[in-house]
Nanobody, 120 residues
Framework: QVQLVESGGGLVQSGGSLRLSCAASGNIGSVNSMGWYRQAPGKQRELVAVESSGGSTNYADSVKGRFTVSRDNAKNTVYLQMNSLKTEDTAVYYC??????????????WGQGTQVTVSS
């Protein structure tokens, strides 16, 4: 019922920047939170950054001060601005949205994933 489309991934040198975007569409009544997770080869998926509808944010310690999550509520879009990228940021990044449909049923949706590769 709810679909997420991610964009913005790619190859960048260490110290560079990338901006990811994720647009949600479909049977959306309200959104509680939108954010990003990532999974590196051989590692478990981890939370990167999430912003709730109330404006609170939650960042992984490894990205604090370098990454910024933001939302455009009118467009149901979440962004991840990534600065001062490090090689250890290399991973597949997944967008996540949770909320309620127009019939007030809970939903959670995931994006298809976008590859971010940081070279030294």
């Amino acid at each position: 019922q709810v679909q997420l489309v991610e964009s913005g991934g790619g190859l960048v040198q260490s110290g560079g920047s990338l901006r990811l975007s994720c647009a949600a569409s479909g049977n959306i009544g309200s959104v509680n939170s939108m954010g990003w997770y990532r999974q590196a080869p051989g590692k478990q998926r981890e939370l990167v950054a999430v912003e709730s509808s109330g404006g609170s944010t939650n960042y992984a310690d490894s990205v604090k001060g370098r990454f910024t999550v933001s939302r455009d509520n009118a467009k149901n879009t979440v962004y991840l601005q990534m600065n001062s990228l490090k090689t250890e940021d290399t991973a597949v990044y997944y967008c996540n949205v949770e909320g309620r449909t127009r019939r007030n049923t809970l939903f959670e949706a995931w994006g298809q994933g976008t590859q971010v590769t940081v070279s030294s």
